[in-house]
């Protein structure tokens, strides 16, 4: 199934593109290529998963949302001190080539602005044989996780186009701000200006300042997490330029738009946002990039006040069925038959906020997996909250699993999806009533009878498969038949052994109790299954409760009959033993499998 969000994000592409205000900039050769309909839209989350719908390969020159990635560059290599001496951190509230500096020391009011920019690109120099603008596209490329450059005739083109930023790095450079010769300080910003990216490159660049200045795909830490941190509080309050206030109020996303075409916004901690559309506002800003990041924020409750906390993903565990097995004992059949199809069977664990971002994972897991998937099992116990956005992705899941046959079993008992739509999901008080429950819709699409028989006879039991025919026959003489009523207590927590318990058909329930006195279910038994024995291990007394649930029919090999088999026929009662020691041992080595797929998980 396609993902809920790229479902949402073409829908918003389709509606967006009707758009036909605003005009493109048209300065350099790749304006002879700009076309007013191209419009790209790409998501990427701080794990490194990239959607996109539209124009988002072709490629256009970043422009001033290269300033914020230079100002985080001058600061991890400088030091905040070193920069903020040349450069202030004020939103100034004018357009983004106003000369706009502080009377008394000449600052520009911050680095968004093209002043600001100039004085910054002024402190990267060369080092390592690499010139400033090399080491440039170098950090610009490990923000992308691709190999980024600055186009030469974009720059040339800007170059001769300069007039009014030329004035802007003599007077910096008047007012010893820019350091060294002011026209190569113009040349490195014009230049990082011309380094050429699509959308998708946009969208990594926000998603690794997103995650704290470390690229979610590669690991490479582009940039300390201090100066991720004065990067974007600079990108809220003007990255916009004049229209800022706006848009910290209505969008609530630092943001960074470029005359290319492109705007980034970032939601810190959650996914990097990338548009790009030519036409341009009076501010100099995407028109369609523009109402896109509202929209958006709008409509997946991203504005860093409803988002302040960390997005970390709402999965906690996600595990096979085989790796997370019911506490019922299955037949040797019924567990071969769970262990082939186990991929066709989740469980998950959630825990946290389903807002966006934590509900994307999910999603995302969910779409990934649901042509392999029969039943998926859903924990949401430990939810904390849930987002408008997250209960409508949920849905969208839950619509497409219903629709094409799939199975939801939610452990819900708080109703914690209060507004999500169920119909047609049950919901369970315990996981492992839902993993039991999943277990066996598993094992009656893919299990013939013999892995869920109604009813085993005592010679035909998978516990005394070892023995030959008339040795189980044998036994079976031994043993006593008996019945028990839905409710009933079959044994008692400290009851001294009582013999082997053989069910013949029906399900006991073993119940056993926590340090504080609430009682919970251990494991559920069916036909073929045995009891009791493990009374032996602990001073010959009963550690659990066995409960009828429904009609049972058992045989019972009594304590007294087993010691006078052990008397009379001591080779019959060492095959017993035998039995019983092969079948404890297959049901331990399961749950330490298991155990083991849990801890690797």
């Known amino acids: 199934m396609e993902s809920p969000v790229l479902s949402y994000l073409r829908k918003v592409h389709a509606e967006l593109a009707e758009l036909r205000d605003g005009t493109p ?80 020391t000449g600052r520009p009011a911050n680095a968004m602005i093209n002043a600001g920019a100039i004085a910054v690109a002024s402190l990267i120099k060369g080092s390592g044989g690499r010139t400033p603008i090399q080491r440039i596209e170098h950090t610009y490329s490990e923000f992308a996780a691709r190999r980024l450059r600055s186009d ?63 690229n979610p795909v590669t690991g490479t830490e582009v940039l300390p997490y201090e100066a991720v941190e004065r990067v974007l509080s600079v990108m809220m309050t003007s990255g916009m330029y004049d229209d800022a206030g706006d848009w910290a109020t209505s969008v609530g996303l630092p943001a960074k738009s470029g005359v290319g075409g492109g705007i980034i916004a970032v939601l810190p901690g959650q996914v990097g946002l990338a548009v790009y559309s030519p036409p341009l506002d009076k501010h100099g800003n995407s028109v369609r990039g523009a109402a896109a990041c509202r929209r958006i924020s709008s409509d997946l409750q991203m504005h860093f006040v409803r988002s302040a906390r960390q997005g970390r993903s709402a999965i906690r565990s ?46 995302r897991e969910l779409t990934s997996r649901a042509p392999e998937i029969d039943v998926v099992v859903i924990d949401v116990r430990d939810v904390d909250e849930v987002g408008d956005a997250g209960i409508r992705m949920i849905n969208a899941v839950f619509q497409d699993f219903r629709e094409n046959g799939r199975e939801i079993l939610l452990v819900d008992p708080d109703d914690v999806l209060g507004g999500v739509d169920t119909r047609g ?21 893919y299990g013939g009878p013999e892995a869920m028989p109604r009813a085993v006879p005592v010679v035909d039991s998978p516990v005394l498969a070892p023995l030959d025919r008339a040795d189980a026959e044998a036994l079976a003489s031994h043993m006593n ?22 069910i013949l058909s029906g399900t006991i329930s073993i119940v056993a109790s926590h340090t504080d006195g609430t009682r919970f279910r251990l494991r559920t038994l069916g036909a073929g299954m045995t009891f009791g024995e493990l009374a032996l291990g602990e001073d010959d007394r009963q550690e659990t409760t066995a ?19 052990e008397e009379r026929d001591p080779a019959l009662a060492v095959q017993l ?24 998980d």
Not at 547 to 565: F, H, N, R, S
């Open 481 to 502: 038949p008996r019945h028990y009523d839905d409710g009933d207590v079959i044994r008692r927590v400290g009851q001294r052994f009582g013999g082997v318990f053989f």
């Open 25 to 104: 900039y048209s300065v350099g050769p790749s304006s002879a290529d700009l076309n007013p309909a191209d419009f790209g839209i790409a998501l990427a989350t701080v794990d490194g998963h990239v959607y996109e719908v539209g124009t988002t390969r072709k490629q256009f020159s970043l422009q001033s949302i290269s300033k914020p990635l230079s100002y985080g560059f001058a600061i991890a290599e400088l030091g905040m001190d070193a920069v903020d001496a040349h450069v202030d951190v004020e939103p100034s509230g004018d357009p983004f080539n106003e000369i706009s500096s502080n009377p008394e």
């Open 547 to 565: 409960k009828a649930e429904g009609p049972v029919e058992v045989m019972v090999l009594t304590a007294d009959e087993i010691e006078a088999l």
């Open 577 to 600: 033993w035998r039995a019983l020691s092969r079948d404890a041992y297959m049901r331990v080595d399961r749950l330490s499998r298991a155990n083991a797929a849990r801890i690797r």
């Open 152 to 214: 030469g005739r974009e720059y040339r083109a800007e170059r001769a186009r300069s007039d009014r930023n030329h004035g802007l790095a003599y007077l910096l450079s008047a007012a010893g701000v820019v350091e060294g010769d002011p026209t190569r300080a113009l040349e490195t910003y014009l230049r990082q200006c011309a380094v050429q990216v699509d959308c998708r490159d946009l969208a990594m660049i926000a998603a690794t300042l997103a995650s704290g200045g470390t």
């Open 318 to 363: 996600i595990r096979t069925i085989d790796q997370e097995p019911s506490n019922i004992r299955r037949t040797e059949a019924a567990a071969d038959v769970l262990q082939e199809q186990s991929e066709r069977a989740l469980v998950l664990e959630l825990a946290g906020d389903l807002f966006f971002a934590g509900t994307e994972t999910v999603v």
């Open 425 to 445: 999901i049950t919901v369970f008080d315990s996981r492992d009533r839902a993993i039991a429950e999943c277990e066996h819709r598993l094992l009656e699409r």
